[in-house]
Structure formats: structure tokens, C-alpha cells
């Protein structure tokens, strides 16, 4: 009964419509509000993709369009394992409805620091999910099918008492027996094997003996071949051309071809195989690494002077987290965030280079911090902190003295603090220039602001670095006709 009451609630749900968007208020501040769409929540394992939205009171100009906007939604997928979230892509909207501008992202996630707004839309996605109309629909479906498994396991069974022969009397049976001489009474045998050819019901063939495993030599570069069905080894010394062909089924094949191309086994890296030349055939994400026509880092010169806009830094003394990565040392801190141009980007995180990524004037320096933020519309703003030798920082050997003794394994001092403030230089005067992630995927539209005078640090503490990353830095990219403008 109970099953057939599940199954009467399944025919009542609407399929088939996209259910509309349920706005649910995470954070209201002055000058904006942060929403969730509830009904966008897509669940895989310990990752979410969901739809959110900022609502602002005043327009803001589209840097593009030249339109005004006041909504922005976007669409991020948030790992509540790692706490990182990688927005995918973005609607800048005058309203409600009418549409400025669509952009796809191809990103990589990163870090949601605990307090934030994104820290807060994490917290609600990552949630555990109450039990709703979908997963009703799920159970509707489950009963409707334990029903019908039962009605045709009772259907068979009435069948087979049908196909019974009728009890017959021990004196009826020799009448009986002397009949069947003249007619044969049919069996359930013939009638079984006219089903199942009518059916056209073939018995399961034996499954093929495996093929006995090939020797296959261990050169520099492994490998891995697997066919749907035999293909002759490949020549060592030329790598054959990857092409799939329909009639012999899917094909995974990492041939004996330059190691660049096994983007299975090799991640990016600054020198080898995975060098920054090889970035773009890493990963299909990473191709604008090698098309992008705003990459970074650049050589900075031939810049127009003129009265640039003073940034409004807001950094507080916090505690921090410290992580070794694989490609750099990197940072997180409390809530800090920059201003500019009326825009508000909120610091992810900074980490360090060796050498200084961006020349000036055709000249590196010993190392650079690159402090990353965020605004609520998404994009990007890289502060630059060049490094040059000279005597011990103080922010720095703090930094230094909490160094991790693993890769991947953040170190969290609870009673240490660190004041970004103290990092920057006493002169804020900066050049600026539209650039690009220095990392894959090398995403563009990132606003770089390079400060002008760089900070000494002593050669004890750029040694110290340099035992973990000797070389770190992407080589310089081309220009490309960019404007940059140096504050006079």
C-alpha cells in the first residue's frame, strides 16, 4: 500500500520543467546583496555547482560594453573537501532580465578564505541537502519499479499454472498413454525455444580469453597503450599521429610522442616537460597560454606618466596559513582588500616568485610577492611587490619561520600574526597594465599594479627560497601594443 502511494505522488510531480529560480538572501550589506539560486544546486561527490548573484543599489559601468549593470550572476563549482571555488562563468545584467554581457571562464579554483561572502555561499552549498521533490521523484521511481518487478513475477507465476496438465486418474492413464501414440502432446520445451527465437533471445557468447600481457620496455618516457581490439606497437623512434577511427571503437593511446603531450601523467611545471612553453598542450583549458594576445609577465617600459588614482589598501594584522604548493610559497591572511576606481577586490592570497616574473625596464630583480584579489564581479587584481637584496625583513622571516616541512601541508600558527601593511613599499607610486594569470590557465583580464619601489630583503632569506624554488617564473611575454601607465 505504501508503494502504491509513493508511485501516485510520482504521477503528480512536473517533469521535464526547469523549475524556476529560488533566490535565497546569504548576505546583506550596505551597497549590495549576496543571493543563492536554491533550485541550481548540483551535487557530485564533495563538489557543487550553483548559481549566485550579486544585487547592487547603484550601476556600475561595464569596462567593455560601456553599459551599466547592477546584477552580476555567476556559476561556480565549490569543492567543500578542498574549500576552493572556481566560478565558470558570469551574466552582468542592467536588471532583472535584461542582459549586458555573458562570459565563460576557464579558471582554476581557488582558496575561499573563512569570513568571507564566499565563505558564507560555501557554507550554505556545502551544507548537507534536505530531502526535496527530486529525491521524493527518486524514491516514486524505485516503488514503480519494485511494483512492476512484482506484478510480472505474479504474471509468471499464474502462466506457469496455466501450463499445467490437468491431474489425471491412474485408471485414465493407459487410455491416455495409448493416445499419445498418435498425437505428441506438446511440451513446455518446443514452447520455450519458439519464444526465445520469436524473441530473437541468443545465449551469451563465452567471454574471450584475455590475450597474454605484452613486454613492453621501460624508456624515459612510460607508456601506456590500450585498443578496443589489437593494434601493432608503435616504432620507438617516430610517434605515430593520434587518429580515432569509428570502426575500431574508443581508443586511449599515450604513444612514444614528445612527453609535452602526455598531459595525463606530466602537470605544469617551470622547467622538463612541463616547462611554460608546454603550459598550452598540457591541458585543452590551457591553450590561451599560447594565444592569449594579454599575457603576463611583461618587461615594463615605454610607459605614459600620469596622475594615477592612489590605492586604498585596507590590511589588518592577521593570522595566517602557509602552504608549500609545489610551485610556490603561499600565503592567506584575514580580511584584507584594496580599493580602486570605486571597485572593492578583497585579497585571496600572495605568494613568491624567484626571480621577479616582470622586468622594469629591461630589469629583474632578486624575487617578487604577487598579493591576489577579488572583486564581487570576478575579475582580478594582482599587486606586485618586487624584492631586491639588501637587509632582513621582518614580515619576511616571520613567513620563513613557519615554512612547512611537507609539500601540501599548511602550517596555521594560532598565536603568530603578520601586518601585510609592513610588506609594501613607503612610496605607493605604481605602473599599471592589463595582463594575464602568470599560472595556467593563464586567464586574461587580470589588472596588474606594480609597485614602483621595490623592498629589501637579505640574501639569507632569498637563499631560504631558493632551496625550495631556484627558478619559479614564467618567461617575459610579448607586449602586444598594451598600454601601461606609470603614476608621475
Known amino acids: 500500500m505504501r508503494l502504491l502511494m509513493i508511485a501516485s505522488l510520482l504521477i503528480a510531480l512536473p517533469f521535464g520543467a526547469a523549475a524556476a529560480p529560488s533566490w535565497q538572501t546569504i548576505s546583506a550589506e550596505p551597497g549590495k546583496r ?40 555567476a556559476f561556480t563549482r565549490y569543492d567543500c573537501a578542498t574549500r576552493s571555488a572556481n566560478t565558470i562563468k558570469r551574466i552582468f545584467k542592467r536588471n532583472e532580465t535584461d542582459v549586458v554581457r555573458e562570459e565563460n571562464i576557464k579558471g582554476s579554483p ?19 541537502p534536505k530531502e526535496g521533490a527530486a529525491e521524493i521523484a527518486q524514491k516514486a521511481n524505485e516503488a514503480a519499479g519494485q511494483l512492476k518487478a512484482a506484478n510480472d513475477a505474479l504474471l509468471k507465476k499464474e502462466m506457469a499454472k496455466a501450463e499445467k496438465p490437468a491431474t489425471m486418474k491412474a485408471s485414465e492413464a493407459p487410455v491416455v498413454a495409448e493416445k499419445a501414440k498418435e498425437s505428441t502432446i506438446p511440451s513446455i520445451r518446443p514452447n520455450l525455444k519458439i519464444a526465445m527465437e520469436s524473441a530473437k533471445v541468443e545465449p551469451p557468447a563465452p567471454p574471450p580469453e584475455p590475450p597474454p600481457p ?27 599521429k593520434h587518429e580515432i577511427n569509428d570502426s575500431e571503437g574508443y581508443m586511449l593511446e599515450l604513444a612514444h610522442s614528445e612527453p609535452a603531450m602526455q598531459h595525463a601523467q606530466i602537470h605544469w611545471d617551470y622547467d622538463g616537460a612541463g616547462a611554460p612553453e608546454n603550459w598550452a598542450k598540457l591541458d585543452q583549458n590551457n591553450k590561451i597560454c599560447a594565444i592569449g594576445e594579454r599575457q603576463s609577465p611583461i618587461d615594463i617600459r615605454d610607459g605614459i606618466k600620469v596622475d594615477l588614482e592612489p590605492i586604498k589598501v585596507n590590511y589588518r594584522p592577521s593570522t595566517f596559513r602557509i602552504i608549500d604548493n609545489g610551485h610556490t610559497v603561499q600565503v592567506e591572511v584575514g580580511e584584507s582588500s584594496i580599493s580602486l576606481t570605486g571597485k572593492t577586490y578583497e585579497l585571496v592570497q600572495f605568494h613568491f616568485h624567484r626571480p621577479s616574473e616582470e622586468k622594469v625596464n629591461g630589469q629583474r630583480f632578486d624575487m617578487v ?6 572583486a564581487d564581479d570576478g575579475q ?7 624584492l631586491e637584496r639588501g637587509t632582513e625583513h621582518p614580515f ?12 601540501n601541508m599548511p602550517v596555521a600558527p594560532p598565536e603568530t600574526a603578520i601586518d601585510l601593511n609592513t ?15 602568470t599560472t595556467p590557465p593563464c586567464s586574461e583580464g587580470v589588472l596588474w599594479l606594480v609597485m614602483k619601489q621595490p623592498v629589501q630583503v637579505s640574501q639569507d632569506q632569498i637563499n631560504i627560497f631558493s632551496r625550495l624554488y631556484k627558478n619559479n617564473a614564467r618567461p617575459i611575454q610579448r607586449l602586444g601594443g598594451r598600454l601601461i601607465k606609470e603614476g608621475r
Not at 613492453?216 to 590500450?226: C, G, L, M, R, S
Not at 619576511?396 to 609539500?407: F, G, M, S, V, Y
Open 34 to 73: 549576496i543571493e543563492l539560486n536554491r533550485t541550481s544546486l548540483k551535487r557530485e561527490g564533495t563538489t557543487v555547482e550553483a548559481q549566485g548573484r550579486v544585487v547592487l543599489e547603484k550601476d556600475l559601468i561595464d569596462g567593455r560594453s560601456g553599459a551599466p549593470y547592477r546584477v552580476i550572476e
Open 110 to 128: 581557488l582558496p575561499v578564505r573563512t569570513g568571507t561572502l564566499d565563505d558564507k555561499v560555501l557554507r550554505e552549498v556545502c551544507r548537507p
Open 214 to 240: 605484452a613486454k613492453i620496455a621501460a624508456p624515459k618516457a612510460a607508456t601506456v597503450v590500450v585498443h578496443s581490439k589489437p593494434r601493432p606497437a608503435p616504432k620507438p623512434k617516430k610517434a605515430p
Open 369 to 374: 610577492v604577487h598579493l591576489v584579489h577579488k
Open 380 to 386: 582580478l587584481a594582482v599587486v606586485a611587490v618586487l
Open 396 to 407: 619576511i622571516q616571520t613567513l620563513w619561520n613557519n615554512l612547512p616541512l611537507e609539500k
Open 423 to 437: 610588506l609594501l613599499p613607503a612610496t605607493r607610486n605604481y605602473y599599471t597594465y592589463m595582463g594575464s594569470l
